[in-house]
């Protein structure tokens, strides 16, 4: 049977090499080990816990899928994870430890009205709502700094009492990768800690767009308006993935406003502030603004600090402290990176059996796609210009008409969407506090530059030259 499953293993490597990228594939896939298969139950083993955590957030559906493909139609896959060089079996939603210990690792509840799939019909009476809310993102591990608390703040006032506060819809947004999801789970599964009678759904707008075009293709859309109009606290995240989508947007439209009338919480998430949703309808809009709009920066060097060494000790690895700082000071994007280093550290030194030293550190970040892009802040690309053109920095903060202060400004505000994910609202912010509209201004007039004039063309080489030394 042994070998049965290490054969298959194989096969199932062979699809997943195809579809995800090699570093990837090194990193999540060839640690596994193929323990067994019987009765439709295919086991494997898995370096860690956190490892576990991660093949099931990012990687569940193309582990389904290929299992299927190599295996055959409802193949189960199971979990064997080592800790401390002891082995934890995961049997469906649950790990056990040696002794009597177990601990819960997975909510799934299959029995109840699972909105994740396509509709068909909504049962709107039905009180065993399946929320979509994954209670591993909860406010305890959600780790707060200067980049989210505001955040943290208005999303813990909106868990104790949702509808009720002036937060109503909370819009929250960033990069990816901040934590945007993160708080969104924590704050539902608050609630529903909190006021188990409501209906609480967490879906995505992807999600959402599929069920909707679903009910239109089954003439159930009257169903489906009344599913969404029935629920107590509606959590969308990514809204920006409905531009475009007229339709939908109409339907969400009216779900908002139905929802908003009823003083039901509404939770939002996006990669851009209201302002910046082009595509987006104009009263759509309107909405998303009526309650709090909150930003997600990437998380500064104390947080990122906080993040890492949580993970270091739920995996009770030892680090030295050069490699934490090396890690720290270099992945700065985000918390996804961080965790993905993290694992890849770990892969890498099982798989090579080598020590976690700053050697194997700089061999697997320099793997990290866009490293030195993401090394790129707003302050660095102004400090970079200023040099570049011999202009104090602080001439860049006023309200200087003067042309050659004007045309840096203009440059900073160009190159800082160029290379990094803020919005224009937050560029304008940090760059002589000017609004959206002035920073969609300096962006046209640099590339109109760019495309007519050569010597200003050989000047922002040069300058971009500078930002990738």
Not at 288 to 311: F, H, Q, S, Y
Not at 396 to 404: F, L, M, P, V
Request: aromatic share 8%.
């Amino acid at each position: 049977m042994q070998k049965d499953s290490k054969l298959l293993w194989d096969d199932c490597l062979t699809v997943i090499k195809d579809i995800v990228p090699q570093a990837a594939f090194e990193a999540w896939f060839k640690p596994i080990i193929p323990l067994s298969y019987e009765g439709q139950k295919f086991t494997i083993q898995v370096p860690s816990q956190f490892f576990y955590e991660y093949l099931e957030e990012k990687y569940v559906n193309i582990l389904k899928m290929t299992l299927n493909r190599v295996f055959g139609e409802g193949t189960t896959l199971k979990y064997r994870v080592m800790v401390s060089g002891q082995t934890i079996v995961h049997k469906g939603n649950t790990v056990t430890y040696p002794g009597d210990e177990a601990k819960t690792m997975l909510s799934h509840t299959p029995n109840k009205v699972d909105v994740t799939k396509a509709p068909g019909p909504f049962n709107v009476a039905s009180q065993d709502l399946y929320s979509g809310l994954n209670p591993r993102y909860n406010f305890d591990n959600f780790f707060e700094g200067e980049s989210n608390r505001l955040v943290r703040a208005v999303s813990e006032k909106i868990a104790q009492e949702p509808g009720k506060t002036a937060f109503n819809p909370l819009f929250i947004y960033g990069p990816s990768g901040v934590g945007k999801t993160h708080i969104c789970h924590a704050t539902g599964v608050k609630i529903s800690e909190l006021y188990p009678e409501k209906r609480i759904l967490y879906v995505s707008a992807n999600l959402f767009r599929l069920q909707y075009t679903d009910a239109v293709r089954k003439n159930v859309t009257n169903d489906f308006l009344s599913f969404y109009q029935s629920i107590d606290v509606l959590i969308l995240d990514d809204i920006h993935e409905l531009i475009g989508l007229t339709k939908t947007q109409e339907i969400f439209f009216q779900i908002f406003n139905n929802l908003h009338q009823l003083r039901k919480q509404l939770v939002l998430t996006c990669d851009r502030a209201p302002v910046d949703l082009q595509g987006m309808e104009e009263r759509l809009i309107s909405r998303l603004k009526w309650g709090m709009t909150a930003p997600i920066e990437r998380p500064d060097p104390v947080l990122r600090k906080k993040i890492l060494r949580n993970k270091i000790n739920h995996e009770g690895l030892e680090i030295s402290e050069d490699v934490f700082d090396f890690i720290t000071e270099n992945v700065i994007e985000n918390v996804r990176d961080l965790e993905g280093i993290l694992v890849s550290l770990m892969a890498n030194s099982v798989i090579t059996n080598k020590e976690i030293d700053i050697a194997l550190a700089k061999q697997v970040i320099s793997q990290t796609v866009r490293l030195e892009k993401k090394q790129l802040t707003i302050k660095k690309i102004q400090e970079i210009v200023c040099r570049y053109f011999n202009l104090d920095e602080a001439l860049i903060q006023t309200k200087s008409r003067k042309r050659e202060i004007v045309q840096a400004r203009q440059i900073t505000m160009f190159l800082a969407k160029k290379y990094t994910e803020s919005s224009f609202a937050h560029i304008g912010k940090v760059v002589g506090g000017k609004d959206h509209a002035t920073v969609l201004h300096a962006c046209k007039t640099v590339k109109d530059q760019i495309e007519i004039n050569k010597t200003f063309r050989s000047t922002m080489e040069a300058i971009e030259g500078c930002l990738k030394q």
